[in-house]
């Protein structure tokens, strides 16, 4: 059937009309969408995606394979992702240690400092001072974690005002607790033997601080220097006739050879106390110990902060301080120590 050329000419004009109101539509969406959206024109007139989320390279160089800092690394782990930094999302980890070896700790933080990481974490203080050292005038934050003496160890300025682009977590140990423990575990002691490694700086403060409150104690200090691991074992041989029991701290080459020293002493049934729950886990007496997990939480938070934008130079040091009295029940039957009242309603008892 024919149509006329009056209904031809009226489908024509509605055509045209629908087409000039889409050209319409389609231009001002297009500039909406350049000025205030979150959508981009291309040049082929689509949309382009919006720009991927930064994923952030983190390198967390661990200084031994030990128990209390491995706790210290899980920690790390879950605070940051607690704090949105999560693997394989915007995340990604470059794990190492250094099995107790200054120069592997230099290499790897070397490494790290080479590759342009957005941040290095260290755990424990030669991984820190390493870190510190080749970050130096690279313009990469270092976090560090479990280090008992920040300022001693030149890792910072101060605890408030750190300056010297690392800040961190600091295991400031319970000291006058562990040793009013060990008074009250052993009331008749007079001698504590010390096993320390002689450049560990936190070592170093431990000791000093130890020597100072003996006195208030009644306590003599017995202190024995190592250079390495090979020298652990004659070290302990000649330390154990002196001495009535053995402190430890958190001397990362003597907590590397633990069961050296706890094995030779258990022979001579002379107690050792930790400075922390791993250490009596794995056949220390007793200890006044701190959550090196939590430790570690606290710094993965405090990493975070840096990766969002705070200043690493200005973000004080956390120095956590809380403690709690554990002790293995198996050795203290073993060397014939009984609890003492003070301690048995606060202890928790804890096996390997």
Do not use: W
Not at 153 to 172: C, H, I, Q, Y
Not at 181 to 186: D, G, N, S, V
Not at 270 to 292: L, R
Request: proline content about 5%.
């Amino acid at each position: 059937m024919k149509r006329s050329k009056k209904s031809m000419f009226r489908q024509g004009y509605l055509k045209a009309a629908v087409l000039a109101m889409t050209t319409f539509l389609a231009l001002g969406m297009a500039a909406c969408g350049s000025t205030g959206g979150s959508a981009s024109t291309t040049a082929a007139g689509g949309t382009a995606a919006a720009a991927p989320e930064k994923v952030f390279k983190v390198g967390i160089t661990q200084y031994a394979p030990h128990p209390s800092l491995d706790n210290c690394r899980e920690g790390i782990i879950a605070g940051l992702k607690e704090a949105g930094f999560e693997e394989g999302k915007n995340l990604e980890l470059d794990l190492t240690n250094a099995d107790g070896k200054g120069e592997n700790a230099s290499m790897i933080a070397q490494n790290y400092a080479a590759k342009k990481y957005d941040m290095i974490i260290a755990i424990a203080t030669p991984s820190a001072m390493a870190a510190q050292a080749a970050a130096d005038g690279k313009n990469i934050p270092v976090v560090f974690s479990a280090v008992s003496d920040p300022v001693a160890a030149k890792l910072v300025e101060s605890l408030d005002a750190p300056k010297r682009g690392t800040t961190g977590t600091s295991d400031a140990l319970p000291l006058e607790k562990q040793m009013q423990m060990i008074r009250a575990f052993l009331p008749e002691a007079q001698k504590i033997g010390i096993l320390y490694t002689t450049n560990e700086v936190n070592s170093q403060s431990h000791l000093k601080a130890f020597q100072e409150l003996a006195p208030q104690y009644g306590f003599e200090i017995v202190a024995m220097g190592v250079n390495g691991p090979s020298d652990i074992p004659l070290a302990v041989d000649s330390l154990l006739p002196q001495v009535d029991c053995i402190n430890n701290f958190t001397d990362n080459n003597v907590v590397n050879n633990l069961e050296t020293l706890v094995s030779k002493a258990s022979e001579k049934k002379i107690p050792v106390f930790g400075s922390e729950v791993e250490q009596v886990k794995n056949g220390c007496a007793a200890s006044e110990s701190i959550d090196y997990v939590e430790l570690g939480r606290q710094t993965g938070l405090m990493a975070a902060d840096i990766l969002k934008g705070q200043d690493v130079n200005t973000m004080a040091v956390k120095v956590i301080r809380e403690s709690k009295p554990v002790a293995n029940q198996a050795v203290l039957e073993l060397l014939g120590i009984t609890l003492p009242e003070s301690y048995k309603s606060t202890v928790e008892y804890t096996e390997k």
